[in-house]
C-alpha cells in the first residue's frame, strides 16, 4: 500500500508543478514544447515502477535459476548421509545376532 501511495503522490507533485509553470508563462510561444516535454516526463514518471517492478523481476528469476541445482546437491548429501546412517544401524543390528 506505502508503494501506491508513494506512486500517486510523485504523480499528484507531477502535475501540480506542471501547473505552476505552464500558468508563469500563460500565452508563451514555448507552451506546446513544455507540454510536450512535460508528457514525456510524465509517461517516465508513471512507467518507472512498472520497470523497477520488472528489474527485481528478473534478479529473483537469475537466482532462482541455479537454486535447482544446489537443491540438488543438497538433498544428494542428505540422501547419501541417511544411507550411510541406515547402513550403520545395520551393521551393528548383524553383530547383536
Known amino acids: ?4 501511495m508513494e506512486y500517486v503522490k510523485n504523480v499528484v507533485m507531477f502535475m501540480l ?15 506546446k514544447y513544455i507540454r510536450m516535454f512535460a508528457g514525456l516526463l510524465l509517461l ?4 518507472r515502477p512498472w520497470m ?3 528489474e527485481k523481476n528478473f534478479i529473483v528469476t537469475d537466482s532462482l535459476g ?3 541445482v544446489e537443491v540438488e546437491e543438497e538433498l544428494q548429501e542428505e540422501r547419501e548421509q ?4 541406515i ?4 551393521e551393528g543390528n548383524d553383530e547383536d545376532f
Open 1 to 4: 500500500m506505502n508503494f501506491f
Open 82 to 85: 541417511l544411507e550411510n546412517k
Open 87 to 90: 547402513i550403520e544401524r545395520m
Open 44 to 47: 517516465l514518471l508513471i512507467i
Open 52 to 54: 523497477k517492478l520488472e
Open 66 to 68: 541455479d537454486l535447482p
Open 17 to 31: 508543478c506542471l501547473t505552476m509553470i505552464l500558468n508563469l508563462y500563460p500565452k508563451s510561444v514555448f507552451e
